[in-house]
């Protein structure tokens, strides 16, 4: 199985430095819709069959893997068996939380998210919220879920406005997702998380992968570390529905299913390559 070439010229560098010395590599992961199939009820995403093992297969072949996420820290461990994966570190609420060896670390929420906490159920009943619409407290952030809506496009549109409100008044951040607006805390985003992360290791090289709008700030972070001599890899887990990472992405794959195949390629590289020095 070869790795696939990835079509720009700095995304096919960043996979030669990444293969050629993997000790120096930082492989990062978002969660949903990368290495876990968007499902109706978030409640029920689990990693795509193999991705968990060839994670554990890559962790001691590589600098480090890093998962970054909206989602809870635990809860990524927990719905992707990560905790099987030695070495791996989880960055969740986009960077907020850091999940280590089975300790987890995450500040307080800011007053904000009861403000919000408490109005929401009545701001959905005011703008006649579909039937099907479901908020998910995540403790530190609430995200308003339309997917399971008969209209999910249209039940974001008409809260859109008003979350935004809320979101202002709360001096909380709105973060667009795939049916789904999150209202969460300012002052970090994927793309800090992984530049902290990153450069905590001192990578040489990182290939970042993520399907979602979120995941652009992750984008743009690897192209800012490429102006600091960092090699940066970015792919999209391609999908109908956010078709904005697939125009800016050095390698797009379908969906998660693609992603598990890039990961096994990638391991099964590395693992035979001649041993180095
Ligand atoms: O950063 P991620 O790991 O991609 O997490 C982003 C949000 O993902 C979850 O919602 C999305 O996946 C659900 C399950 O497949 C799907 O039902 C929903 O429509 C998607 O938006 C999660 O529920 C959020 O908390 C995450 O922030």
Known sequence: ??????HTAEGAAA???????PS???????????????????RDARAYP????????????????????????????EYGGLDGVDGV???????????????????????G??????ELPELLRRHDAPEGTWIEDKGHALAVHTRRTPAPEAALTLLRGPLTELAERAELTVEPGRMVIELRPPGMDKGAALTRFVTERGAASVLYAGDDLGDLAAFDAVAALRGAG??????????????????R??????GPPGVAALLGSLRAALESAPPRG
């Open 1 to 6: 199985m070869t790795v696939p070439r990835p």
């Open 15 to 21: 996979l030669d430095r990444l293969l050629a010395e």
């Open 24 to 42: 120096t590599a930082v492989l990062a992961f978002d969660f949903d819709g990368t290495l876990a199939p968007i499902v109706a009820d978030p």
């Open 50 to 77: 193999g991705v968990t093992t060839e994670l554990a297969r890559l962790s001691p072949l590589v600098a480090s893997v890093v998962i970054i996420t909206g989602r809870p820290a635990g809860l990524a461990v």
């Open 89 to 111: 570190v989880v960055l969740g609420q986009y960077g907020r939380e850091r999940w280590e060896a089975g300790r987890l670390e995450a500040p307080e929420p800011p007053p």
């Open 113 to 118: 998210v009861r403000l919000v906490r408490d």
């Open 230 to 247: 960092v090699a940066g890899l970015t792919v999209c887990s391609g999908s109908d529905e956010v078709t904005a990472l697939a125009d």
């Open 249 to 254: 992405a050095d390698l797009v794959v379908d």
